[in-house]
């Protein structure tokens, strides 16, 4: 499966958060555990249904989304 499939979108769920493959982990849970010194291998055993392409989807997600910033004009 291709990293980027991994991150879904569903207004319903997660207050239309990103969330992994469709489940109620959101990318931002993910990337806060990594802050919190977590190791990818901690991560997937904290959160057993997580496997280790859905954290290193997270960690592409979050630069993807950090190298292409939203401008608002106000």
């Not at 969330?19 to 555990?33: K, N, P, Q, Y």
């Not at 954290?55 to 401008?71: E, K, L, N, W, Y």
Request: one cysteine or more.
């Amino acid at each position: 499966m291709d990293l980027q499939n991994r991150i879904t979108f569903n207004p319903k769920q997660c207050g239309g958060n990103p969330c992994v493959r469709g489940m109620r982990i959101r990318v931002s849970d993910v990337l806060e555990l990594l802050v919190d010194d977590m190791t990818p291998d901690q991560i997937v055993a904290q959160l057993p249904d997580l496997e280790l392409d859905d954290v290193r989807a997270c960690i592409a997600f979050a630069a993807q989304r950090i190298g292409h910033p939203t401008v608002v004009a106000s």
